[in-house]
């Protein structure tokens, strides 16, 4: 099984095939996230996104004002952040490195750091998710704060469902898509998810790729926990009827 690093350094080239149109979606993703914090008081500043893949979160929020850090361990995700960004003229500072280790790794204190996409859920034991909030927390200045979104586990836990179904974009001879299968352990404390990515590059002919990792199911009060246990304050979870994100948000002052 892949680790985190190796999973999304073999994804990179293909995540837009995730979304219908990934630029398209990353600016709805920079503009919820942008308004969740305006309402508190946080419209500019400096800003860490942690995790940020191929650059889905960091590069809006850069084009809404903000000062944009973006690391994540996969060099190859960053590398194809660099890419997007400077193909649409987007200032966005970018690292590789592991979010246990980005103290040493950044400059200065943020207003604001973000962790979406569930990225979190990849640090597998609570000493690991430990060492990555403590570490997350000494990038914030006094009071900064926290958004980090993940699944819902707390329901996922309960009905364990087998995966998410395929979704296929665009029109016929230049489709797009994916899937995932996943697979529990039997105290659902960890689930497996195979990702299946494929284009049709001729009318009916198809390329495939899957690849799979590792996730712990973490729920709400056991992040609760950690949270506290690394130093953070007044935490909000926003649920998506509330915040209008797709997944559950928690936010936390450092």
């Known amino acids: 099984m892949a680790t985190p690093e190796q999973f999304y350094d073999a994804l990179a080239s293909e995540y837009h095939l995730l979304f219908g149109d990934w630029w398209s979606a990353a600016q709805w993703h920079g503009r919820v996230i942008a308004g969740i914090l305006a309402r508190r008081g946080i419209s500019e500043g400096r800003l860490l996104d942690c995790t940020c893949g ?22 190859a995700a960053v590398d194809r952040a660099r890419v ?7 200032d966005v500072d970018f690292r590789a490195c592991d979010v246990r280790e980005i103290r040493d790794h950044v400059e200065g204190t943020f207003d604001v750091v973000i962790s979406c996409d569930n990225a979190l859920p990849h640090l597998l034991t609570d000493d690991h998710l430990q060492s990555a909030l403590r570490s997350v927390r000494a990038c914030l200045r006094p009071a900064g704060l926290l958004l980090v979104s993940l699944r819902d586990y707390d329901a996922l836990r309960i009905t364990r469902p087998d995966g998410v179904p395929i979704s296929v974009h665009g029109e016929v001879g230049q489709r797009h898509g994916s899937g995932q299968s996943w697979r529990w352990s039997a105290d659902a404390e960890y689930v497996d998810i195979e990702l299946f990515t494929f284009t049709e590059i001729a009318a009916g002919s198809w390329r495939a790729r899957s690849g799979t990792t590792r996730y712990r199911a973490l729920l709400r009060a056991k992040l609760e926990s950690l949270l506290t246990s690394a130093g953070f304050t007044a935490l909000e979870w926003l649920i998506p009827d509330v915040s209008g994100y797709y997944q559950p948000i928690v936010l936390a002052k450092a």
């Open 84 to 90: 997007e960004a400077s193909g649409r003229g987007i």
């Open 54 to 75: 191929i650059g889905t979160q960091a590069l809006p929020l850069a084009t809404l004002g903000y000062g944009v850090t973006a690391t994540d361990v996969s060099k």
